[in-house]
T-cell receptor, first 117, second 111 residues
Framework: NAGVTQTPKFQVLKTGQSMTLQCAQD?????MYWYRQDPGMGLRLIYY???????DKGEVPNGYNVSRLNKREFSLRLESAAPSQTSVYFC????????????????FGPGTRLTVL | LAKTTQPISMDSYEGQEVNITCSHN???????ITWYQQFPSQGPRFIIQ???TKVTNEVASLFIPADRKSSTLSLPRVSLSDTAVYYC????????????FGKGTKLSVKP
């Protein structure tokens, strides 16, 4: 199993350009997440998808859109990139199941380093 | 959402036991306490989760007092490879979107 994969690993954009970050998981997880991490900071949730067909805003959704393409894939789109969106972006997935014996542990991808000039 | 407070950084030496304490005064009845570890240039990795008392796995132990307003992650006999940032999170075990990663505790293990 590859776990959670993200593409691309690195990207440089100019202000105003658009791009889509791709994420896929092969663990048959229901829930998927997009986070950003700025230097020296913790992770901040951008959007999440509790299950296929649903998406919800997290802590910092402005400037982003997401698509839960199917159970495996969850993409993040920057329509008009801004320097403030320079960050490392992490995708994660979890079973999304509640229960005393279920940690709902989140599995993270390797991240995408995005620089907006 | 329950806010957590943990030290910004800690130093230790190889072979020592490290205890990182997290404060979460506003923890709710349904909330679990979860710890993640993050190495440089990698995504976080789940370490341990608990609700009350003590939980132990092959990596760490988690101590939670009766009032649950704090918790302590214990790493036995740390090595250089344990140098990482450790995050304490509070939220429902089955929750999807309400886990908040703070700045974490940067642990530096020295030889």
């Amino acid at each position: 199993n590859a776990g959670v994969t993200q593409t691309p690993k690195f990207q440089v954009l100019k202000t105003g350009q658009s791009m889509t970050l791709q994420c896929a998981q092969d663990m048959n997880h229901n829930s998927m997440y997009w986070y950003r991490q700025d230097p020296g900071m913790g992770l901040r949730l951008i959007y999440y998808s509790a299950s296929e067909g649903t998406t919800d805003k997290g802590e910092v959704p402005n400037g982003y859109n997401v698509s839960r393409l199917n159970k495996r894939e969850f993409s993040l789109r920057l329509e008009s990139a801004a320097p403030s969106q320079t960050s490392v972006y992490f995708c994660a997935s979890s079973t999304g199941l509640a229960g005393l014996l279920n940690h709902n542990e989140q599995f993270f991808g390797p991240g995408t380093r995005l620089t907006v000039l | 959402l329950a806010k957590t407070t943990q030290p910004i950084s800690m130093d230790s030496y190889e072979g020592q036991e490290v205890n990182i304490t997290c404060s979460h005064n506003n923890i709710a009845t349904n909330d679990y306490i979860t710890w993640y570890q993050q190495f440089p240039s990698q995504g976080p990795r789940f370490i341990i989760q608990g609700y009350k008392t003590k939980v132990t796995n092959e990596v760490a132990s988690l101590f939670i007092p009766a009032d649950r307003k704090s918790s302590t992650l214990s790493l036995p006999r740390v090595s250089l490879s344990d140098t990482a940032v450790y995050y304490c999170l509070v939220g429902r075990g089955g929750s999807q979107g309400n886990l908040i990663f703070g700045k974490g505790t940067k642990l530096s293990v020295k030889p």
